[in-house]
């Protein structure tokens, strides 16, 4: 079964600064790896994802991750942080089960701002 | 198009009482699926279903029930809550029937619960 692993619960970064948000993965088959974004009080809204084809993929609001499958891992940038982008991050991978694709997700990984 | 529509926000129960939560998309989606986030776990699936009158269990199905009478249409039904069941509930839907990529996700935003 596959599973998500997001190192460190909340991370905290000077505004201007590089966001690096770490997600690794557990697959037994060519995964599908995904990114969501949780503001306050809201449902959660897709960054970016990772099918197939170039490893580096880029999403909304100047994010991107970078598929590396020897390291298993699909961490999240941004080269310089925005108050905007204080919100909970969520990585997720597709798992086939019983013939649909669900999403199983990492912990969450809380992104503060300081000003 | 409204998207995913949850309803309601928030809600208190007392143990042992039951309800229903509310989950409508106007997209045409056929997959959907209930997922609860607890702090510190992510989200976790419920149920899920690929389409009006296709449901199956997810990872912590216990204490919850589901139907799909409609492709618009999928209530989560709590028989008898348990203080163990407050959290943020998030519906969700997508295309995609099994075994294609999966398209992407989108949320409801949420029902927050509580259980006295």
């Known amino acids: 079964a596959q599973s998500v692993t997001q190192l460190g619960s909340h991370v905290s970064v000077s505004e201007g600064a590089l966001v690096l948000l770490r997600c690794n993965y557990s697959?037994?088959?060519?995964?599908?790896l995904f990114w969501y974004v949780q503001y306050p009080n809201q449902g959660l809204q897709l960054l970016l994802k990772?099918?197939?084809?170039?490893?580096l993929v880029k999403g909304i609001n100047g994010f991107e991750a970078e598929f590396k499958k020897s390291e298993t891992s699909f961490h999240l940038t941004k080269p310089s942080a925005h108050m905007s982008d204080a919100a909970e991050y969520f990585c997720?991978?597709?798992?086939?089960?019983?013939?649909?694709?669900?999403?199983?997700f990492g912990q969450g990984t809380r992104l503060t701002i300081n000003p | 198009n409204a998207g995913v529509t949850q309803t309601p926000k928030f809600q208190v129960l007392k143990t042992g009482q039951s309800m229903t939560l509310q989950c409508a998309q106007d997209?045409?989606?056929?997959?959907m699926s209930w997922y609860r986030q607890d702090p510190g776990m992510g989200l976790r699936l419920i149920h899920y279903?690929?389409?009006?009158?296709?449901?199956d269990q997810g990872e912590v199905p216990n204490g919850y029930n589901v139907s799909r009478s409609t492709t618009e249409d999928f209530p989560l039904r709590l028989l008898s809550a348990a203080p163990s069941q407050t959290s943020v509930y998030f519906c969700?839907?997508?295309?995609?029937?099994?075994?294609?990529?999966?398209?992407?996700?989108?949320f409801g935003p949420g029902t927050r619960l509580t259980v006295t």
């Open positions: 697959s037994s088959v060519p995964p599908y």
């Open positions: 997209m045409n989606h056929e997959y």
């Open positions: 969700a839907s997508s295309y995609g029937r099994p075994g294609r990529v999966p398209y992407e996700q989108y």
């Open positions: 997720a991978v597709s798992q086939s089960f019983q013939g649909a694709q669900k999403l199983v």
């Open positions: 990772y099918t197939t084809g170039a490893t």
């Open positions: 279903s690929v389409g009006a009158g296709i449901t």
